[in-house]
């Protein structure tokens, strides 16, 4: 696979990586921009022997994210930035208002979660990893993925369960 091959088959997926993260859509597409710089530089010495280019790939990824915390020094901002204004009674303006405000609620709730948890659920919804994947990327064992993964995803659920309530 070339370069060109790898973008277009892995942006998408590690751009919502980084937005499980990176809360700002702005400061995302510049996280996602310097992933994807690292990974050209890096090609030539990439081996295919040693793993798959999809985990490869989340690896400098997750670096990039690591290193954007650092800089920032502290968690992503919570942002409804993109949130459209209310008004009219259009539907499909009122299913883009519900979209978006689902979409809020959930990136609330991954905010929520611990760093730990917030990463390995962003590998498994946003790339597609199974949970063999995950814990090979991550050195825990698979079955402590699946708890985890479990686990986030109970609290998540009542976490905006509880904000729907308000």
Avoid: C
């Avoid at 590690?14 to 993260?21: E, G, K, L």
């Avoid at 798959?52 to 800089?71: C, E, K, S, Y």
């Avoid at 978006?100 to 498994?124: Q, Y």
């Avoid at 919804?125 to 479990?150: C, D, H, K, Q, Y």
Wanted: proline share 2%.
């Amino acid at each position: 696979m070339d370069f060109a091959e790898l973008y277009d088959k892995f942006f998408s997926k590690v751009y919502n990586y980084v937005r499980y993260h990176v809360r700002l859509a702005a400061e995302a597409d510049d996280v996602t921009g310097k992933v994807f710089e690292a990974a050209l530089r890096g090609y030539e010495g990439y081996d295919a022997a040693k793993g798959p280019a999809q985990g490869w790939l989340f690896g400098i990824a997750r670096n990039a994210v690591i290193d954007w915390a650092r800089n920032r020094g502290r968690r992503a901002e919570v942002s409804l930035e993109d949130a459209p204004e209310p008004g009219g009674s259009d539907p499909q303006l009122e299913s883009a208002l519900e979209r978006k405000e689902e979409k809020a609620l959930l990136l609330e709730a991954v905010a929520g979660l611990d760093d730990r948890a917030r990463d390995i659920i962003a590998l498994k919804f946003s790339s597609g990893m199974n949970n063999r994947e995950i814990a090979a990327m991550t050195g825990l064992g698979e079955s402590n993925v699946g708890i985890i993964i479990f686990r986030a995803v109970k609290k998540m659920q009542a976490d905006i369960e509880g904000k729907r309530k308000l």
